[in-house]
């Protein structure tokens, strides 16, 4: 267990009270995180030995750390999630209708993949105006969440699953999730599919969340809708969520450190108390996740509320321990109008073999076909025709200029003057007709005489065919 910083003590002694007073047999660890750690000279939170400690242990319950404001600190939220290979994050997202405010009909749960997309912290400055970030979508990485959310749909009674994604725009990094998704869905007939572009797809999740039942999406997505889902749900303060991996897991509240509530006996240790719920599902102890859920939902049922879910229905305000004796208090019943939850004994999903499955696309015959080199470039009012010009002149003979594109827009040829340019250039060359074989000694030639001409060129990405399908994306007005 991470006792966390801010409320992170408070609500972690509350779950403890819980947990204690069922009989989970529960022991906890403390594995020192967080700030402490980050001040004591360890930029990523955590130190060196508390990994290993971490690997033997498996499970890991945390309270929100909160990292330290400035540079150099990275989040160890997100350092954990993917150095443990926590591949999947899963979030449900429930309403308690009419005893809290929310939608009468929600139980969403979101799956979000939980190491890729633009979450590998790729980033780079390239020229004085432009930042990049790099987006990394992996087959195998699709494979094993898709191949997640359809186990855990089929072992916990679920029966739709909604893909997410903007494959309209990023019709190769979202593309291949949707197509992994379809893929992957074929083997699971039982369960109905759809996609829906991400944008109307969370619009409807703030309108209708009733409409869905499972929800798998790439990591940005991912994130961003299952904090909507827990928003429209009621609050963030009783979301859980679980992180797991092939070998380790990690299970902690949706809601971040709370500074401003620290310390006062305020904080809503409901987040923290659903993902130990979870926990003891993981640990297959069921029975006793199954009796503190209920207990809890009795709690809320019986109108005793912390502050930030205080409203019409509430019958006792209580602080954080209270809150806590209460729920321990009600351990053995269950809700009279809220649905009573049940955990029945079930095999645990299989997590070796959904990571372990082979990726389904053979090996490709991958054929160099060209390159884009990305210019930083600032002279003559940045006329492309200038740029083409010197570029052509510096590739004579060894490839041809097919396109320059600025911000993915083409700008030659035949540009339009409207197009916003700045100092940042893709050029785009290719194998010339009369020699369509290539290889990198090409790259690299042409590279060199770009030095020569003193073109600054800032990165170069080469353009591969595979089994004559080519792997880049056309420029946008090409
Ligand atoms: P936050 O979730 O800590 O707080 C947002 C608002 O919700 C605040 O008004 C807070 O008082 C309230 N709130 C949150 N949890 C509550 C609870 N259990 N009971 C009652 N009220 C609750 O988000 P914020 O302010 O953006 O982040 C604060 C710190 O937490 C930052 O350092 C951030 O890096 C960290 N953080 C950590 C996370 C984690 O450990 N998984 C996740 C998100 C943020």
């Not at 004796?325 to 004994?345: D, I, K, T």
């Not at 990571?355 to 054929?367: L, Q, S, Y």
Request: hydrophobic residues 40%; proline residues 6%.
């Amino acid at each position: 267990m991470a006792r966390g910083d801010g409320i992170g003590p408070e609500i972690s002694d509350a779950v403890v009270t819980v947990l204690e007073a069922a009989g989970a047999g529960i022991d906890p660890v403390e594995l020192p995180m967080g700030e402490a750690e980050y001040l004591a000279g360890h930029a990523s939170g955590i130190a060196p030995d508390t990994w290993e400690r971490l690997r033997r242990h498996r499970v890991l319950l945390k309270a929100p750390l909160t990292t330290p404001q400035g540079g150099g600190y990275k989040s160890l939220n997100v350092t954990l999630r993917k150095r443990l290979g926590l591949f999947a994050n899963v979030r449900p997202c429930t309403s308690y209708a009419p005893v809290l405010a929310g939608p009468p009909k929600m139980d969403v749960v979101v799956i979000r993949e939980n190491e890729e997309d633009t979450y590998a912290g790729i980033e780079h400055r390239q020229t004085d105006e432009v930042m990049q970030c790099l987006k990394l979508i992996t087959r195998p990485g699709c494979e094993r969440i898709a191949r997640y959310a359809f186990d855990w749909a089929r072992a916990n009674g679920r029966r739709r699953i909604s893909c997410l994604t903007k494959d309209n725009i990023m019709k190769m990094t979202d593309g291949l999730f949707r197509k992994v998704f379809v893929e992957v869905a074929r083997e699971y007939p039982e369960i109905e599919t759809e996609h829906l572009i991400v944008d109307i797809g969370t619009a409807r999740v703030a309108t209708r969340p009733e409409r869905f039942d499972v929800i798998l999406a790439p990591n940005l997505y991912g994130d961003i809708i299952s904090d909507v889902a827990a928003e429209v749900a009621g609050s963030i303060g009783l979301a859980p969520s679980a992180n797991i991996g092939p070998s380790l897991a990690m299970f902690e509240a949706v809601h971040g450190s709370a500074p401003d509530i620290a310390g006062q006996d305020l904080a809503n240790p409901s987040g923290l108390l659903l993902s130990a719920v979870m926990m003891l599902v993981h640990l297959g102890r069921n029975a006793v996740a199954e009796r503190i859920h209920n207990a809890w939902l009795r709690t809320l049922e019986d109108g005793v509320h912390t502050a930030d879910i205080a409203g019409a229905s509430t019958r006792l305000r209580v602080g954080t321990q209270a809150f806590a004796r209460e729920v321990a208090a009600r351990l053995g019943e269950v809700p009279q109008r809220l649905s009573p939850v049940s955990y029945p004994e079930r095999e645990p999903l299989d997590l070796a073999a959904i990571t372990a499955r082979p990726a389904e696309a053979g090996v490709c015959r991958k054929t160099l076909v060209g390159v884009d080199v990305f210019m930083h470039w600032d002279l003559g009012e940045r006329d492309p025709e200038l740029l083409a010009r010197v570029l052509k002149q510096a590739a004579d003979g060894l490839l041809d200029l097919q396109v320059i594109t600025n911000r993915g827009v083409k700008v030659w040829p035949n540009g339009l003057p409207e197009t916003f340019r700045t100092d940042h250039w893709r050029c785009r060359f290719v194998a010339r007709p009369d020699r369509p074989v290539i290889d990198n000694v090409d790259v690299v030639l042409l590279l060199g005489r770009l030095q020569q001409r003193g073109l600054d060129f800032v990165k170069c990405e080469q353009l591969y065919d595979f089994d004559g399908v080519p792997g880049y994306s056309q420029a946008q007005g090409q």
